[in-house]
């Protein structure tokens, strides 16, 4: 195991909707030494526990009863999706050098002259 591992282990939410399969996979997953931060037995708890612990990784079952695991993953990455003002500016540049424009006024004038858009227009 390297020393990154020892020094921070990865933790993982293991969330499936039987417990011998949990059960199975913490024995797997200590036995390597990685940590099992929790446990969720359907997608609400799961999502519950990865707001709560933040793990590194979650195993995720796709067929729980209740809230199942592809809408639970939906709501953990939508929660966690977010973008700094950097982020846009760093797009936005990269979109303009794409295009060949300097700045925003030459995407104004860019715009005009395709007609995108029309002078009056909302």
């Given at each position: 195991m390297?020393?990154?591992?020892e020094q921070h282990p990865i933790r993982v939410v293991v969330a499936d909707d039987q417990a011998l399969v949990r059960i199975g996979f913490r024995l797997i997953l200590e036995s390597e030494g990685i940590e099992v931060a929790a446990e969720a037995e359907d997608g609400e708890q799961a999502v519950a526990a990865v707001r709560r612990t933040r793990p590194d990784v979650v195993l995720m079952d796709i067929r729980m009863p209740g809230l199942d695991g592809l809408e639970a993953t939906r709501r953990i990455l939508a929660g966690?999706?977010?973008?700094?003002?950097?982020?846009?500016k760093t797009h936005v540049a990269r979109i303009l050098g794409k295009l060949g424009l300097r700045d925003r006024a030459q995407v104004v004038v860019a715009a005009y002259e395709t007609g995108l858009v029309s002078a009056g227009a909302p």
């Open positions: 390297t020393d990154a591992v966690r999706l977010q973008l700094s003002e950097a982020t846009v």
